[in-house]
């Protein structure tokens, strides 16, 4: 837990456009800056940052906030790891409250195993500028056409032939041998003996999404009986299920391009990087997982497979495939020249030629089986096998449309009847659920048989990117009150401190100067008075986290300030759209008017009251007819409604009579 004073002093440190100005590159404009907008692929700026406000908004794409939640989006992390990166800019030091003895020691242990990581990889680079790593390591990095600066941004390096030279440099340097250990670093034979576990290999760092080493893939340069690569083994710091090379470097570019491309190997990855195109990973060393594909799906929903043509290359293919479609993403695919790669075909082309080939030649999963396997069509026995794994590709997709249009296009492309293919989807579909069930319930006895079954270790949070759901848009529950509730909110925002100058005739007129309410006071009286609260619960949390400063007598900037730091990104996000952008309430003329703020408050206030109370009858009227089919007393039913459509009419001619909304 972060102290709130500590984070309080965070966000009176930091400026937008010094936290913004770390990762573009920011021109002045007026009172604001502008730049291209890292979060969307555009030409000309519309990207403003205003360090008076502390906000940033892009005009194209819509992507607004402060300086936490700039941070969240571009490095894609979680609002706890924008606090720490923040205090680490600015050097305030996080004490952390409420840590057990035993929270302390694991996450001391696991600083330790990321220092013993990082000290490896600087070992091992290191020794790329002498000795064996200069003549074998690095001439073989050249031999590949990698560039010093792309060895240095990828942090390859080489691990020596002695038995020990890592062991003895960390614990020359004073790390613990069961750190080495632990990080999978070093083994330990039967006898007692400590040796490195990388030894005469060119070195591959994996990161985590945050750009962490927490394992090494590492290759052989000798051919004959030795395995060409040896890996990490799962650590506490690395699951290699779960991540993908070159994920830290490529993540930015993968949200902005909306496009991930997939390789097979690190050094097709670093090759194409090189090359220009920066939205490239690969899996780690295994056939790619569920997981990995989850981590792409953070950044983008669209996959690019160019695995090798060979039929390895086009088995793997095959099942990356069926998992993309799986999750509910696009992915196409591409086919290299005879016998090439991307590493081969980047060190052969330019960028430009790269583009264009790929632009020219990526297909949809239809056109690349049919592609790879259309040799099979003139034997019958290998023909219906084709179909087969075409339909079960299909099988994948959780929509019913996107299933049918592909149906179609393999129909036509197989030519055979859409019936046929759809008689095998439904059956594969069928079997996948029988499985899944049963899947479910295996997992369900083994959580009832674990009695202190852990869902997810908790530090895992250091190395994956924030919860699927703080990534996707708050569900709307209730769409009926929705604008109202929100026009509620945006008073609160803008003007929750503002007075409300009743004139003496007006029917909400106190009758003294002092007992003059403002917005907030009088919005709400107006819910409370008759207990209604918001019925959209990210509104409802809004609001109050709104009267939870406005009690504590924040100023209204400091309220709003607050609500855009809030942890509940939902609400922070909310804030800002409702405080930066010229909000369109649905009473509509107030934009055009030309009368004092104070004036269309006193008009425009009550009005959104009321319609937020038309807009509840309307709902209860709703609800009501949806019960009628089944109430026993149907009588009675029919009665409240007549009663709340009387009510409806009055309230619907008190706000006609004004034609405001
Ligand atoms: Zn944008």
Same mark, same amino acid.
């Given at each position: 837990?972060?102290?709130?004073?500590?984070?309080?002093?965070?966000?009176?440190?930091?400026?937008?456009?010094?936290?913004?100005?770390?990762?573009?590159? *920011?021109?002045?404009?007026?009172?604001?800056?502008?730049?291209?907008?890292?979060?969307?692929?555009?030409?000309?700026?519309?990207?403003?940052?205003?360090?008076?406000?502390?906000?940033?908004?892009?005009?194209?794409?819509?992507?607004?906030?402060?300086?936490?939640?700039?941070?969240?989006?571009?490095?894609?992390?979680?609002?706890?790891?924008?606090?720490?990166?923040?205090?680490?800019?600015?050097?305030?030091?996080?004490?952390?409250?409420?840590?057990?003895?035993?929270?302390?020691?694991?996450?001391?242990?696991?600083?330790?195993?990321?220092?013993?990581?990082?000290?490896?990889?600087?070992?091992?680079?290191?020794?790329?500028?002498?000795?064996?790593?200069?003549?074998?390591?690095?001439?073989?990095?050249?031999?590949?056409?990698?560039?010093?600066?792309?060895?240095?941004?990828?942090?390859?390096?080489?691990?020596?032939?002695?038995?020990?030279?890592?062991?003895?440099?960390?614990?020359?340097?004073?790390?613990?041998?069961?750190?080495?250990?632990?990080?999978?670093?070093? *083994?330990?034979?039967?006898?007692?003996?400590?040796?490195?576990?990388?030894?005469?290999?060119?070195?591959?760092?994996?990161?985590?999404? !945050?750009?962490?080493?927490?394992?090494?893939?590492?290759?052989?340069?000798?051919?004959?009986?030795?395995?060409?690569?040896? !890996?990490?083994?799962?650590?506490?710091?690395?699951?290699?299920?779960?991540?993908?090379?070159?994920?830290?470097?490529?993540?930015?570019?993968?949200?902005?391009?909306?496009?991930?491309?997939?390789?097979?190997?690190?050094?097709?990855?670093?090759?194409?990087?090189?090359?220009?195109?920066? !939205?490239?990973?690969?899996?780690?060393?295994?056939?790619?997982?569920?997981?990995?594909?989850?981590?792409?799906?953070?950044?983008?929903?669209?996959?690019?497979?160019?695995?090798?043509?060979? +039929?390895?290359?086009?088995?793997?293919?095959?099942?990356?495939?069926?998992?993309?479609?799986?999750? =509910?993403?696009?992915?196409?695919?591409?086919?290299?020249?005879?016998?090439?790669?991307?590493?081969?075909?980047?060190?052969?082309?330019?960028?430009?030629?790269?583009?264009?080939?790929?632009?020219?030649?990526?297909?949809?999963?239809?056109?690349?089986?049919?592609?790879?396997?259309?040799?099979?069509?003139? @034997?019958?026995?290998?023909?219906?096998?084709?179909?087969?794994?075409?339909?079960?590709?299909?099988?994948?997709?959780?929509?019913?449309?996107?299933?049918?249009?592909?149906?179609?296009?393999?129909?036509?492309?197989?030519?055979?009847?859409?019936?046929?293919?759809?008689?095998?989807?439904?059956?594969?579909? +069928?079997?996948?659920?029988?499985?899944?069930?049963?899947?479910?319930?295996?997992?369900?006895?083994?959580?009832?048989?674990?009695?202190?079954?852990?869902?997810?270790?908790? @530090?895992?949070?250091?190395?994956?990117?924030?919860?699927?759901?703080?990534?996707?848009?708050?569900?709307?529950?209730?769409?009926?009150?929705?604008?109202?509730?929100?026009?509620?909110?945006?008073?609160?925002?803008?003007? =929750?401190?503002?007075?409300?100058?009743?004139?003496?005739?007006?029917?909400?007129?106190? =009758?003294?100067?002092?007992?003059?309410?403002?917005?907030?006071?009088?919005?709400?009286?107006? *819910?409370?008075?008759?207990?209604?609260?918001?019925?959209?619960?990210?509104?409802?949390?809004?609001?109050?986290?709104?009267?939870?400063?406005?009690?504590?007598?924040?100023?209204?900037?400091?309220?709003?300030?607050?609500?855009?730091?809030?942890?509940?990104?939902?609400?922070?996000?909310?804030?800002?759209?409702?405080?930066?952008?010229?909000?369109?309430?649905?009473?509509?003329?107030?934009?055009?008017?030309?009368?004092?703020?104070?004036?269309? *408050?006193?008009?425009?206030?009550?009005?959104?009251?009321?319609?937020?109370?038309?807009?509840?009858?309307?709902?209860?009227? @709703?609800?009501?007819?949806?019960?009628?089919?089944?109430?026993?007393?149907?009588?009675?039913?029919?009665?409240?409604?007549?009663?709340?459509?009387?009510?409806?009419?009055?309230?619907?001619?008190?706000?006609?009579? @004004?034609?405001?909304?």
């Amino acid at each position: 837990m972060i102290p709130q004073e500590t984070i309080d002093l965070i966000m009176d440190t930091v400026r937008i456009d010094d936290v913004v100005g770390d990762f573009v590159s *920011l021109k002045r404009r007026g009172a604001s800056f502008v730049a291209c907008c890292p979060f969307h692929n555009e030409k000309t700026p519309s990207f403003y940052v205003t360090p008076s406000k502390g906000i940033y908004k892009c005009f194209g794409c819509g992507k607004a906030g402060n300086a936490v939640s700039f941070v969240m989006e571009h490095e894609h992390c979680s609002y706890v790891e924008a606090i720490r990166y923040l205090a680490d800019k600015y050097h305030i030091e996080i004490v952390e409250e409420q840590e057990s003895a035993e929270q302390i020691v694991q996450r001391q242990r696991h600083e330790s195993l990321m220092l013993v990581m990082d000290f490896a990889q600087k070992f091992y680079s290191g020794n790329l500028s002498s000795g064996e790593g200069r003549s074998v390591g690095h001439a073989y990095y050249r031999s590949r056409g990698l560039e010093d600066a792309t060895i240095a941004e990828y942090g390859l390096g080489w691990a020596p032939s002695s038995r020990t030279a890592l062991h003895d440099a960390a614990i020359a340097a004073g790390f613990k041998e069961e750190y080495l250990l632990e990080a999978g670093l070093c *083994l330990q034979y039967d006898d007692g003996t400590v040796v490195d576990r990388f030894r005469e290999r060119v070195t591959f760092p994996i990161h985590s999404v !945050n750009g962490k080493t927490i394992a090494f893939s590492c290759r052989t340069l000798k051919t004959g009986d030795i395995a060409k690569y040896v !890996n990490s083994p799962d650590t506490p710091l690395y699951d290699k299920s779960r991540c993908l090379y070159g994920i830290a470097l490529a993540k930015s570019e993968i949200a902005r391009q909306e496009r991930c491309y997939l390789a097979e190997g690190n050094v097709d990855v670093v090759t194409l990087h090189q090359t220009g195109v920066r !939205n490239v990973v690969a899996s780690c060393g295994t056939a790619l997982t569920v997981q990995q594909v989850r981590l792409i799906k953070k950044f983008t929903e669209n996959v690019t497979v160019m695995y090798d043509g060979d +039929a390895a290359g086009i088995h793997a293919a095959q099942k990356a495939i069926n998992l993309i479609l799986g999750e =509910g993403m696009n992915v196409s695919l591409l086919l290299f020249p005879d016998g090439d790669d991307p590493d081969s075909y980047c060190r052969k082309h330019t960028l430009e030629e790269l583009q264009a080939f790929i632009s020219g030649h990526e297909m949809d999963f239809v056109s690349y089986l049919y592609e790879v396997g259309k040799d099979r069509l003139h @034997d019958p026995v290998k023909r219906s096998g084709l179909i087969n794994e075409v339909a079960d590709a299909i099988a994948c997709i959780p929509d019913a449309v996107r299933r049918s249009v592909f149906v179609d296009t393999a129909a036509a492309k197989l030519g055979i009847s859409s019936e046929a293919l759809f008689e095998r989807i439904i059956r594969t579909r +069928a079997r996948a659920a029988e499985e899944q069930r049963k899947a479910e319930i295996r997992e369900q006895r083994y959580r009832d048989n674990i009695p202190d079954y852990i869902p997810q270790q908790q @530090d895992s949070a250091d190395f994956y990117p924030a919860p699927e759901q703080q990534l996707q848009a708050p569900a709307i529950e209730n769409k009926t009150l929705q604008q109202a509730e929100k026009d509620l909110l945006y008073f609160l925002v803008t003007h =929750g401190r503002d007075t409300l100058d009743f004139e003496s005739d007006s029917e909400y007129y106190s =009758g003294s100067e002092e007992d003059k309410t403002d917005v907030a006071q009088f919005i709400r009286d107006a *819910l409370e008075s008759d207990g209604s609260v918001m019925a959209n619960s990210l509104y409802r949390n809004a609001y109050d986290e709104y009267f939870r400063h406005y009690d504590a007598l924040c100023s209204q900037d400091e309220i709003v300030r607050k609500m855009m730091s809030c942890p509940d990104r939902a609400v922070a996000d909310l804030t800002a759209e409702l405080s930066i952008e010229k909000y369109r309430l649905t009473v509509r003329n107030f934009a055009s008017s030309m009368t004092a703020t104070s004036s269309w *408050l006193v008009a425009f206030v009550p009005k959104s009251i009321i319609y937020y109370n038309e807009r509840r009858i309307q709902y209860a009227i @709703d609800t009501l007819r949806s019960k009628l089919g089944d109430a026993s007393d149907q009588t009675a039913v029919m009665q409240k409604i007549v009663k709340l459509q009387a009510a409806h009419r009055r309230i619907k001619e008190k706000l006609g009579r @004004d034609k405001t909304i």
